[in-house]
């Protein structure tokens, strides 16, 4: 997932705080383990529900193993029933326990006899917090209803009962039926010329955790990008969706020359509406991904490196639990600078690394110590610090490090190893170093030592003379910005007229918290940020402009954050907004008239922000 390359929004993914021995999930797969799920779902638009059957296939470990649970969150279970080889049903008896408001309701079948499946009818809520439902008005082309889900990191359980563990994988197929002329995708393989009959039928040979478990449903057409990929977008969307994204098959073969074959099949991308709430989602097969990257420069398409590269990263090899996300994002961020490089050039990777980094280093020191570290205790993190730029940005800082130590060369081949003696597990950091210690440290001994290794992976804050890319481009930017706020240099004269997506962010990233107003207004006079239709740009100078106190752009920031729902675009600027009493009465108005569009997940960051302006001062 890219979630927030520079900013921490860790709170509404997951409850750390709760990680004890398997931390966010009822499932007991010591008892018995889930190895193939087979769904049949009706998507119903009108009452914002999938009516479904799960019939879950199951491996039992323990013989004396009472019972099956299951995590569920907010799920009208219907009837649950045993069935034998030969197809024949009983009804089993189960308990649904009341909701944990993290974990949702455990789900306690009792099963002494051990049947081979057990098939559960339900049916799901209209708020499921994985699920969004977009009536029309609020999709691109307001022709048609729009739904898809959001599974990672819990929220796998409020569309399907299972076993919502990332140490769990399984194989899936899939019936779903929707009204006419709507397309359904799933994290499957997916036929493009599929008729828009109602009838859709998928199939996911690989073993996959619940996370990567996905739908979505709208007026969706579809344009191949190349002989293994397509992008499935509204139809207003998709002729500009597939030119910004016309190196998919480019990207696919830089990785594959790396890591080794890409082993999925398809890699094919669908663009959401505004609302999604990341930048992208790795859903096998098929990336979800936000309209905001597609800018028409190709100058954000990395989120696209990214979440292909998490075909290796993540969903070939995946982190166990959540406490060891970064074996998912540090590498994944890492392998996505690789083919940045590759396709781009040195210089722009270089620059998101950069970028990364420098707001790694400003953020850290912010954190808890315990936050601050890439596989932290899982005791004692507050829900705040869950998943932030340290799983991503110091992940990938750590393997930069081994890179440039033990030389390109041996490291990829190292890499390459790594991803094929994993491919199809999930892993523990533990079980990382474990691998890494032989095959790589010991292998090239007096390159870096295993103290050196420990204090990336399990110390605070960034280790001493980590290594950073040389970029005279941003050097000579920190130069300009210096003689900007130092009065020395006009807007007017600053050398910005070729400057890059990524030269502008870093530009307005080193701003300082709270810049003169008068700066602010010379430099949208010249620059003309308001209304910029790049949204990283957009954030960053709403961000400051509002911070300086220039009331002129409140209505263009108002409208940034109406019509993009994606947290890390969108959650910055009512967090400036909620600096003054003001400005947070402005930005409370504009939520009341936003809320409607946006993903449950959206909607409980900007609340979590209402709600500390509104806590009384310590
Ligand atoms: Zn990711």
Redesign the pocket.
Known sequence: ???LPTLALGALLLPLSVLASEPNSYAQPDQVVVTHLDLDLKIDFPHRQLDGVATLKLDWKNPQAPALVLDTRDLKIASIDAVDAKGRTRALKYTLAPADKELGSKLTIEAPKHPVQVRITYATSPDASGLQWLPPAQTADKRAPFMFSQSESIHARSWVPLQDSPAIRFTYDAHVSAPKDIRVVMSALNDARHPLDGDFRFDQPHPIPSYLLAIAAGDIAVKETGPRSAVYAEPSVVEAAAREFADTEKMIETAEHLYGPYRWGRYDLLVLPPSFPY????NPDMTFATPTIIVGDKSLVSVIS??L??SWS?NLVTAASWRDIWL??GF??YV?GRITEALYGKTLADEEALLSARALEKSIGRMPANAQKLAPDPRGVGADDALSDVA?DKGSWFLRTLEQKFGREHFDTYLKSYFDHFAWHSITTEQMLAYLKPNLIEKYPGRMSWDEVQDWVHGTGIPKNAPLPDSPRFDAIDKERSAFLAGSLPAAKLDAKDWNTQEWMYFLDRLPDVPKLGQMQQLDATWHLTGTPNAEIGMRWYVHAIAAGDKAVWPAAAEHMTRIGRLYLTVPVYKAFARTPQGLAYAEAVYAKARSGYHPLTRQAVEAVFAAAHAPKK
């Open positions: 997932m890219r979630v930048g992208g989602m790795e990214h979440e590269a998490h993540g998912n994002e994944t961020t996505q991503y």
